[in-house]
């Protein structure tokens, strides 16, 4: 006999039905009203939960020492610009903590071999989340589709493996897949065998669209660039430095300026990955230049270019370019002759292609929504195997083919020149004559009118209503002191102070008695901090570090540097220590010894009372 449901019964099973129901709708209604992350957010998001790590203490054993490092940190809210900065600079500067003699080793290794540090650099791993730099304007643009697609060319020579490799999972991770039809590396005949075969082992396991070519022979940047080229098949070839990121919707602007016009040569701005801490930091508006001894300088923008409401956002003419990063189409490259094989290694190429572009009737453009960061490194850590000056050579093929009789001002300004064996330069004269180029004095007048030349007090062009820059762009930033005080030692209670006056630069620090008097009527050990973490003494000179006698490094002062570097100092706490850390060497201010007298120098990072240091 079949059982009826008692009136409760249904009551209750109605009400688990409209509980459900409810339930069901509610989490649909939130899902709605949240917001779809952007690309980017997705990126930091998994860039924050996953690091790959090399330990420095198991060198040698190849990748194997790669592993998965997992962050604590709570991923509930989305990742957005302000804690990416927070997070590239806190994690940075604790990851660049040199508190062991094996830190040291595997940071000053890197130094030697790679120029940067590489101690920081392997910590980081493949990925990470990156600011994005670009102008409010950029971040809003839609692209259309783009029928075009490239072969990135990469060159390198004994290049650090974590960085190489976290620049191609950047350009993989931040990239449409249907753009990049391949990524070409070329190992210009690397010299240190295990880092080669680190990389060549990482990419054939792991990046099916990137392939390493070799060179026979060293080659140098210039002839491995067209090397790669000849092995490249995208329609738009994109030449990148091998330490470099790339940042959100990098590939998309450039590409879409050269479908408009397949003769324009385009640049991204170049960010700047500070080489000690490996910072990622944003790079003003500039162009490229160039002086009369043919060396490349940035500049400031002419009036008409900074007066542009859409100045940030639209296309910026530049007469020069720096040459580590561009893109144009591969047809066009080769139509327009490549690169001069007749010069060596490197240096010169980027003005020399520069004026090629404009002179045979080409554009080239600074794409302002287009961010790309690069290691911008004080010393290129391997050298010319002849062991000869190749950016004379090449400047003086530069200077003989294109500039007519405005070579005569190179030749002032570098007149070793004269004795410069530059080769034989007669195809590349032919090229100009094929190409129908016009002449210098037009690149002047036109592209150029700022430039004046030797000795005389107007532009080329002298209707011009632009003022010539005649000093070299620098990003001088407005000081703003957060606060002042004395910096003491705290277990002795001394003072720091100048060994000597608090106008002589070079200076020592030294400790002293504390002064009785206020801080108001005293500049000897009044000590000022900025918000850019800088210490300057008497608002006139800046703490700074320098190598000097035994090995060690001494804490001096020194004129004080717009960008910061070896003059940033933070304060870490840990254990009831208060540490002055410099992130550019990895370590902390340290008495030596702590009396009246002692001297202050950097040693490693420990929890001494040597190190506790405070400002009052």
Known sequence: MRRRLSPKCCVFGIGILIILWMTFNLARWEWKLSPEPSHSQRLSLRARKSLLVKNPRTQGQGLQSFS???????????????????????????????SDPDDQRARDEGYQKFAFNALISNKIGFHRALPDTRDSRCRDVTFPSIHLDTSIVICYHNELPSALLRMLHSILDRTPEELIREIILVDDSSTLDEVSCQIEAYVNQHLPKVKVVRTPERQGLIRARVYGAHHAKGEVLVFLDSHCEVNTDWLEPLLLRISHDPTTVVVPVIDIINQDTMEYQSSPLVRGGFNWGLHFRWEQLPDSDRKDPDLGSKPIQSPTMAGGLFAMRRDYFHRLGEYDLGMDIWGGENLEISFRIWMCGGRLE????????????????????????????????????????????????RPQANNVDYGDVSDRVSLRKRLSCKSFQWYLKHIYPEQILPNDTKPVKSDTHHQATKAKFSMKKTRVIVRHGRLKHVSTNLCVQSEKDIYTKKALLTFAECDDVSLSGQKAQLWFETVDNQLMLAQLLCLDVESAMAGKSYARLMKC???GSSQTWTWTSKNGFSHLYNP??????TATP?????????GLCTESEDQHFLMS
């Open 561 to 563: 540097q717009d960008s």
């Open 584 to 589: 550019a060497s990895g370590k902390c201010l």
């Open 68 to 98: 998965v490092v997992r962050h604590c940190e709570e991923l509930s809210e989305v990742f957005n610009k302000a804690l990416v900065k927070r997070y590239n600079q806190s994690l940075l500067y604790s990851l660049g903590v040199v």
């Open 366 to 413: 600074i794409i302002p929504c287009s961010r790309v960061g690069h290691i911008f490194r004080k010393r290129r850590p391997y050298g010319n195997p002849a062991g000869s000056d190749t950016l004379l050579k090449n400047s003086l093929r530069v200077a003989h083919v294109w500039m007519d009789e405005y070579k005569k001002y190179f030749l002032n300004q």
């Open 594 to 602: 702590p009396r009246v007298g002692g001297y202050l120098s950097l």
